[in-house]
């Protein structure tokens, strides 16, 4: 197992800013997935851990080694890219091991840690298979065993479930996670998608504008959130977000709880039943869910009840939300203590 720790980590080119003051401590072990939009600086980070680029300033930590401007093939990292990179001229097995031939690996070795990898990853009976004849879930694997049979302590993975169809990437959430605590891995993550960061992570890393927005566990980012970024980012519906005058809702007389900029309410903390006057503007049903659009003042606030709720769009209804599920935010975005 490795740690991994950047200090003070930026990457710029002439006037563009990618990343800026990065902070980051990785535990030896641990799953951390890179989450936010495009642009954010997740992959720019990956590639500076890897070598792939290099930091305008600031260090880069190993395993406690200090790796800022040792070369790639150096770092002990192995790394699974978006597009799987494989050989179609070469078979399964000649793909998994190509990093090992190239090193010029005793036979025997390479042998052994082909079949050991390949028996992990289910790949056994496909291994004189050419890329063109597997599915995109295989393919995934072949890539994933490239990474796996150089038993690097550390696998960086880019983005690596993005091609699959939506189902078949749940099904590959669960196997990675189940591969990184069986083999003891570091991993570092890069995705777009929170559901695949909230159901992996160890530690989610949430950058905007290539800044740390903020890193905790999946559980403490839903239910603390340090910023409105972070809080509307984080949930699906994101949290409702009520813009305050006077410790009030804007053109409303619910009172906040307190004097802030804006209130944070989850979707599914909102209630039906209770002394919020609320206009239902629109529904969306989804069977088991019913997201009702609403107006209370000025504003506007997604509710998620349940599904066999009958409301219809111009409904009044009465709306209600426990003083625990309130996040009270200043002007600035930042949460208020």
């Given amino acids: 197992m490795s740690s991994i720790q950047l200090v003070d980590v930026a ?9 800026e003051g990065i902070n980051l401590s990785i535990e030896p072990g641990s799953f951390c ?4 939009p495009s642009g954010c600086g997740k992959s720019t980070t990956l590639r500076i851990i890897a070598g792939l680029e290099t930091a305008s300033s600031g260090q880069v930590f190993i395993d406690g080694r200090d790796v800022t401007h040792v070369p790639p093939a150096q770092r002990g990292v192995a790394m699974v890219f978006q597009n799987y990179a494989l050989f179609p001229h070469l078979s399964v097995a000649e793909n998994i091991t190509f990093g090992l031939s190239v090193r010029k690996m005793p036979v025997a070795e390479m042998a ?35 990474a796996l049979v150089a038993q ?28 990184q605590q069986r083999l003891g891995l570091t991993v570092v993550y890069v995705t777009h998608d929170q559901a695949e960061a909230m ?4 530690q989610v890393v949430l950058l905007n504008r290539g800044r740390i927005e903020q890193a905790a566990t999946p ?18 519906p994101s949290m409702n977000l009520l813009r305050l005058e006077g410790g009030r809702i804007a053109g409303s007389q619910v009172s906040a709880g307190r004097e802030a900029h804006w209130l944070g309410v989850r979707p599914e903390s ?8 609320a206009t239902v503007r629109g529904i969306e049903y989804l069977g088991a869910d019913l997201i009702l659009q609403c107006a209370v003042g000025s504003e506007k606030l997604v509710v998620r009840t349940h599904g066999h709720n009958e409301l219809a769009a111009g409904s009044e209804v009465m709306l209600h939300w426990p003083e625990a599920a309130m ?9 208020v203590p």
């Fill in 152 to 179: 690097a302590k550390v696998c960086l993975m880019d983005e690596p479930l993005s091609n699959l169809d939506a189902q078949l990437r749940q099904e590959m959430r669960s196997e990675l996670r189940e591969l």
């Fill in 199 to 202: 159901s992996m992570a160890d």
């Fill in 33 to 36: 997935v890179l989450l936010g």
């Fill in 219 to 236: 559980r403490s980012l839903y239910a603390r959130p340090m910023t409105t970024f972070a809080a509307s980012f984080i949930g699906t």
């Fill in 327 to 335: 996040h009270h935010f200043d002007s600035h975005g930042q949460r």
């Fill in 112 to 146: 052994k840690r082909l079949a050991e990898t390949a028996d992990l990853l289910g790949l056994t009976s496909l291994l004189q298979r050419k890329p063109s004849q597997l599915s995109g879930g295989q393919q995934q694997r072949v890539a994933l065993g490239r």
């Fill in 270 to 277: 909102v209630v039906l039943g209770g002394g919020i006057p």
């Fill in 11 to 19: 990457k710029r080119w002439e006037n563009t800013t990618a990343l």
